[in-house]
């Protein structure tokens, strides 16, 4: 339990780097990122994009999957050991993949990739591609499909509202359906 709790104290550390990073050497505000007081209407955007995550998810591991006559080992083993760990630990997880991935790879990556070559686009093929390979380890390329639909989903969550709160939720809810509710 140690080892994991400080591979999250790592992400923890990483998103803190890259808000002192924005604030003191960019000079900054947070909002640059999208952060920004939640309202009841960008709330139930991101209920609405966390069921939509959900429903992709669903769909590809029970019909795209086996469509492709793919093997989700991996995934099911990865997902079988974090439903082994202690519920505090599982919720952790989730909110800490919630606000440290929806920071660094849509609020960050999106808007600087956006600032640099002026393209949104491109700004979400990014985010998209990074967050995607950020997964690969431990869970197999199995799994890239539906979190790679899932990026899609919350980078165009991001890029239509830039309001990262939103997005918070929307991927802690989505991720709560697989990890909390077992």
């Known amino acids: 339990?140690?080892?994991m709790l400080g591979r999250e104290a790592v992400f923890w550390t990483a998103a803190g780097a890259v808000v002192l990073w924005l604030t003191r050497v960019e000079r900054l505000p947070l909002s640059s990122l999208g952060i920004r007081r939640p309202t009841g209407?960008?709330?139930g955007i991101a209920v609405l994009a966390a069921v939509i995550v959900t429903a992709f998810?669903?769909?590809?591991?029970a019909v795209v999957i086996p469509l492709l006559h793919l093997n989700p080992a991996d995934a099911l083993a990865r997902?079988?050991?974090?439903?082994?760990?202690?519920y505090w630990y599982?919720?952790?997880?989730?909110?800490?993949?919630a606000v440290v991935e929806e920071l660094l790879f849509r609020g960050y990556m999106i808007e600087k990739v956006r600032q640099l070559s002026g393209s949104p686009t491109l700004a979400v093929i990014v985010s998209v591609a990074a967050f995607t390979l950020a997964h690969l380890r431990g869970w197999g390329a199995v799994h890239l499909i539906p979190v790679a639909a899932g990026a899609t989903?919350?980078?165009?969550?991001?890029l239509w509202r830039r309001d990262l709160p939103s997005n918070i939720l929307a991927h802690f809810l989505s991720d709560?359906?697989?990890?909390l509710t077992r």
């Open 1 to 3: 339990m140690g080892a």
């Open 41 to 43: 209407r960008g709330m």
């Open 57 to 61: 998810m669903v769909i590809q591991f």
């Open 79 to 86: 997902q079988n050991a974090i439903l082994g760990t202690p």
């Open 90 to 97: 599982r919720v952790l997880l989730v909110l800490r993949a």
């Open 153 to 158: 989903v919350l980078a165009l969550l991001y």
């Open 176 to 179: 709560a359906a697989g990890f």
